[in-house]
Antibody, heavy 119, light 106 residues
Framework: QVQLVQSGTDMKRPGASVKVSCRASRDTFNNYYIHWVRQAPGQGLEWIGIINPSGGATSFQQNFQGRVSLTRDTSTSTVYMDLSGLMSDDTAVYYC????????????WGQGTMVIVSS | SYELIQPPSVSLSPGQTVNISCYGDSLGDNFASWYQQKPGKSPVLVIYQDTKRPSGIPERFSGSTSGNTATLTIRETQAMDEADYFCQAWDHNRAVFGSGTQVTVL
């Protein structure tokens, strides 16, 4: 059973915003934390932030403070990541991943969403 | 900023054992996790809490730690183990990843 399903590829102009979705199973949504991690082409993994879907509390990597927002829709068990002020450096695959506790390993990952920022 | 240091690449023949190291200043105080990532695919958790193996991960994958260095060991390496491997730990409520080690099975 697929646990995390993400939205498809998106292309944006510099300066725009992008919203990526991550639909979880009900069990995952109610009992796990959801993280966002990105990977630029040919590069490593970079943690962006975390949301507790149950209560909505969030925390972010300092590099993304003020530019990223994480929200959730409890009716559809979906978590959203909004990233604003896009630059070409934001071109990457964005993953959602879950952990049982906030400072825990990421045991299930979404399939990834490619975001391309280009003029 | 906190860093986790991994060797960039390692090559070996099928059947050999590979040890991938991950060094971090405070890794001895925090658990390490390891992820396997094949080209075009999402990362897969292979080791968590330094030494534990998730269900479905072959027994030839194991983890250990000594001081500030975590190590992922793959015994009897197979062609299917060719991938990038990333270590990960938590530092002040922030997830940090190593830069990754590319494992090539010749």
């Amino acid at each position: 059973q697929v646990q995390l399903v993400q939205s498809g590829t998106d292309m944006k102009r510099p300066g725009a915003s992008v919203k990526v979705s991550c639909r979880a199973s009900r069990d995952t949504f109610n009992n796990y934390y959801i993280h966002w991690v990105r990977q630029a082409p040919g590069q490593g993994l970079e943690w962006i932030g975390i949301i507790n879907p149950s209560g909505g509390a969030t925390s972010f990597q300092q590099n993304f403070q003020g530019r990223v927002s994480l929200t959730r829709d409890t009716s559809t068990s979906t978590v959203y990541m909004d990233l604003s002020g896009l630059m070409s450096d934001d071109t990457a695959v964005y993953y959602c991943a879950r952990s049982r506790f906030s400072n825990d390993a990421f045991d299930i990952w979404g399939q990834g969403t490619m975001v391309i920022v280009s003029s | 900023s906190y860093e986790l240091i991994q060797p960039p690449s390692v090559s070996l023949s099928p059947g050999q054992t590979v040890n991938i190291s991950c060094y971090g200043d405070s890794l001895g105080d925090n658990f390490a996790s390891w992820y396997q990532q094949k080209p075009g695919k999402s990362p897969v958790l292979v080791i968590y809490q330094d030494t534990k193996r998730p269900s479905g991960i072959p027994e030839r994958f194991s983890g250990s730690t000594s001081g500030n260095t975590a190590t992922l060991t793959i015994r009897e390496t197979q062609a299917m183990d060719e991938a990038d491997y990333f270590c990960q730990a938590w530092d002040h409520n922030r997830a940090v990843f190593g830069s990754g080690t590319q494992v090539t099975v010749l």
